[in-house]
C-alpha cells in the first residue's frame, strides 16, 4: 500500500494546490504567478506539472506541494501533511515517529497550559482592569490569548498533572523547574500575566510572563513576598519546540497582512503589539520574548527571524523603544535588518516613550501618522545628526560615528553611492572623504553583521554557467558535445569543480532551462552565445590576474617579468577586443 504522501501526490496535483493560493497564468508547458516568499513586481515564480515541483527565479524558493504548504501556511511537515490530507480525502494516522509523536505530546502540554492560564485570568479581576487600564480590549485579551499565571509555586504543575503530562514534559517545555537537590518541581510562572508565543501556524510553544502584583490565588493565598519576582519580563527557555532565533511574536497573526501591505512593523514589547494591532496595523510583530537575552539585551544571532518577514516584504519600519536601552538595540536591529536586505524605515516617537505610551496618550490616527512619515533610516539619523550637531568637525564625527554604518552594511553598492551623495549634499563633506571613511568602517564591521551578509547569500554558480549546465542536463548524451566545448575554454580541472557544484542543484537547472529554452529551435546558437560569456569572463579573470602579477613585478624592480606580464595583458586584452567586435557585425 502507497504512503500517505504517495495517496496526497496522487489526488492533488500542485497546480490545484498552489491556485488555491496564488493566482497562476500559463507560460507553455508551465505556470507562473508573482512569488509569494519574497516581493517582486515581475512574476518569476514557476510551477511545473509535470514534475510536481515549483522554482523561483527570484529568491530560488523550491519545492513540492508539501514543501509550498509548510512555507506559505508556516507549518512543520506533520502539520503539511494533515491540511493536505483532508483536502486530499487520506487519513493521516498518529503511529510511526516517535520523534514527532513527542513533539505533539510537547504541543498537548502547551496548549494545556494556555487554556489554564486563560481562565485564571478570567478569574482575577484586578489583572483584567490592569489590561483595561493599559489600553488593551477584551476582543484583543481573547484574540491573543492572554492569561495569568497564580502565586501558588505548583498551580499549573498540578493542573497538568492532573492532565496526566508526565514530570520530563512539563520541564521539558519550559514550564516547570526542578528544585535543587532534585526534591520536586515548582512553577516556572508565578504572579504573571501571560502572553502566548506561537509558531507562525499558530501552535503555543512559549510563554513570556509580565511580572503583576494583584489579586488572590485560587485557594485565598496572599501573594508571594516582595523579591519573590525577579524581572519585569520572564521568557521560555529554548525547547524542543521554541528556538528564539525563529519566532517574532504575533508573526503567526501578523503574516496575512505584512504579505498583503507588503510591510512590516516592528515593536518590542508585547503591549506595543497589543496596541498598534488595535490602531489597525496588524502586520505588526515583536522582538521581546524572543530575540532578548537574559539581561534584557537584543542578541544579533537570535534576529535570524526577521528572514521569515522577509519572505513576506522586504520593506520593514522600526518602532522600538526612545529609552536608552530602547535606543541601542533600536541600532543593532537596523543594521542586522539593512544587512539582510531589508529597506528599513525608522518610526520617530517622543524621547522616553514607546509604541504603547505613543498610542494611548495621542490615538489611532497619531499612531497611523508618526508610521506614514517615518524615513528612510539612514536619512533619519542624517538629519537627527544635523540638528543636533552645530559645527563642521563634530557634524564630520557624528557622521562617521552615527550615520555611515548603516551605509556600509547595504548590499547594493548603488544605494551606496545614492546615500553618500545625500549626505554630502546636506553636511558639506566631500564624496571623496566620505568613501574613504566608508572604506575603514566596512572592514572593520563586527563578524555578526559580517556572517549575517554570508548567511542569507545563495552563492553558487555564475548565471550563465547555470544556462549552460541547464541545458546540457536537458538534452543528456546530446548536451555532452557542449561540455567538450567548455572544457577548451575553462580546462579539465576547472569543468569539473563547476560540474561538481551544479550537481545538488540538477533539479533548479532544468526547471529554469525549460523556462528559457523550451521551444526555441536555435539551441546551437544560444549555447555559441552562452560559452562566449563564458569565454569572456575568464578571459577578465585572466587579465585581473596578469595585471596583479604586472604591478608586483613593478614594484619589486624586476623589469623582466614586467614585461613578460604585459605582453600578456595586451594578447589578453587584444582576444577579449576581437570576440567584441564579432558581437557587433
Known amino acids: 500500500m502507497s504512503s500517505p504522501v504517495e495517496q496526497i501526490k496522487d489526488r492533488l496535483s500542485i497546480v490545484d494546490v498552489i491556485s488555491s493560493y496564488l493566482k497562476l497564468e500559463r507560460a ?35 519545492g513540492d506541494i508539501f514543501s509550498f504548504v509548510e512555507n506559505f501556511e508556516g507549518l512543520d511537515f506533520r502539520g503539511a501533511l494533515e491540511l493536505l490530507g483532508r483536502k486530499a480525502g487520506v487519513e493521516i494516522t498518529k503511529g510511526g515517529d516517535d520523534k514527532r509523536n513527542e513533539k505533539e505530546k ?48 505548583r498551580a499549573l504543575y498540578d493542573h497538568l498533572k492532573s492532565k496526566n503530562f508526565s514530570d520530563a514534559d512539563i520541564i521539558a517545555v519550559g514550564l516547570g523547574k526542578q528544585k535543587e537537590g532534585g526534591s520536586g518541581i515548582y512553577d516556572r510562572f508565578r504572579s504573571r500575566i501571560m502572553f502566548p508565543i506561537n509558531d507562525s501556524s499558530g501552535r503555543v510553544i512559549a510563554f513570556s510572563g509580565r511580572a503583576f502584583v494583584g489579586g488572590s490565588t485560587s485557594n485565598g493565598e496572599v501573594e508571594p513576598p516582595t523579591g519573590i519576582v525577579e524581572a519585569k519580563y520572564l521568557n521560555s527557555p529554548e525547547t524542543p519546540l521554541f528556538n528564539k532565533s525563529s519566532i517574532l511574536y504575533g508573526f503567526d497573526k501578523a503574516k496575512a497582512d505584512i504579505r498583503r501591505e507588503n510591510f512590516a512593523v516592528l515593536v518590542e514589547g508585547q503591549f506595543d503589539l497589543l496596541l498598534s494591532h488595535q490602531a489597525g496595523f496588524k502586520n505588526t510583530v515583536a522582538v521581546s520574548g524572543t530575540a532578548l537575552s537574559e ?39 537596523e543594521r542586522i535588518a539593512i544587512g ?24 489611532k490616527d497619531a499612531w497611523r501618522e508618526a508610521i506614514k512619515d517615518a524615513k528612510h533610516i539612514i536619512e533619519y539619523y542624517l538629519d537627527a545628526v ?40 546636506k553636511s558639506g563633506i566631500r564624496e571623496e572623504a566620505l568613501w574613504q571613511d566608508l572604506e575603514i568602517i566596512s572592514k572593520n564591521l563586527p563578524e555578526a553583521e559580517k556572517n549575517i ?28 558535445v557542449w561540455r567538450e566545448k567548455l572544457k577548451n575554454i575553462l580546462g579539465e580541472e576547472r569543468v569539473l569543480e563547476v560540474e561538481e557544484s551544479t550537481v545538488p542543484l540538477k533539479d533548479e537547472l532544468l526547471f529554469e532551462a525549460e523556462v528559457y529554452f523550451k521551444g526555441r529551435e536555435n539551441l546551437e ?14 578571459l577578465g579573470e585572466d587579465f585581473k590576474n596578469a595585471m596583479d602579477e604586472l604591478s608586483l613585478a613593478e614594484k619589486s624592480g624586476d623589469t623582466t617579468k614586467a614585461e613578460e606580464c604585459l605582453k600578456k595583458c595586451q594578447d589578453i586584452s587584444s582576444i577579449i577586443n576581437t570576440i567584441k567586435n564579432k558581437k557587433h557585425q
Open 28 to 62: 507553455g508547458a508551465n505556470m507562473k504567478a508573482r512569488c509569494p516568499f519574497h516581493s517582486e513586481k515581475t512574476a518569476s515564480f514557476f510551477v511545473s506539472p509535470d514534475r510536481g515541483s515549483y522554482y523561483c527565479f527570484g529568491c530560488g524558493a523550491k
Open 106 to 153: 510537547y504541543f498537548k502540554v502547551m496548549e494545556s497550559a494556555c487554556e489554564f492560564f486563560e481562565k485564571n485570568l478570567n478569574a482575577n479581576t484586578e489583572a483584567l482592569k490592569y489590561l483595561k487600564e493599559r489600553g488593551i480590549i477584551e476582543q484583543t485579551v481573547s484574540e491573543f490569548r492572554l492569561g495569568f499565571a497564580m502565586p501558588e509555586w
Open 295 to 333: 539581561n534584557g539585551e537584543i542578541e544579533l544571532g537570535r534576529l535570524n527571524h526577521l528572514g521569515a518577514v522577509k519572505n513576506l516584504s522586504e520593506n520593514l519600519f522600526i518602532a522600538l523603544d526612545s529609552d536608552p536601552a530602547g535606543i541601542k538595540a533600536t541600532a543593532r536591529v
Open 340 to 363: 539582510l536586505g531589508f529597506n528599513v524605515r525608522a518610526v520617530k516617537l517622543p524621547k522616553g516613550e514607546d509604541p504603547a505610551d505613543f498610542i494611548s496618550k495621542n490615538g
Open 386 to 425: 544635523m540638528e543636533y550637531a552645530k559645527t563642521g568637525l563634530v557634524v564630520a564625527k557624528a557622521i562617521t560615528q552615527k550615520v555611515l554604518p548603516y551605509v556600509a552594511v547595504l548590499k547594493n553598492a548603488t544605494e551606496r553611492d545614492h546615500f553618500l551623495r545625500i549626505i554630502s549634499s
Open 453 to 480: 551578509e554570508q548567511s542569507y547569500s545563495r552563492g553558487g554558480p555564475s548565471p550563465t554557467i547555470r544556462k549552460l549546465f541547464g541545458l546540457i542536463y536537458l538534452k543528456g548524451d546530446d548536451g555532452a
Open 525 to 538: 546558437g544560444e549555447v555559441e552565445e552562452i560559452l562566449a560569456v563564458i569565454q569572456e569572463e575568464k
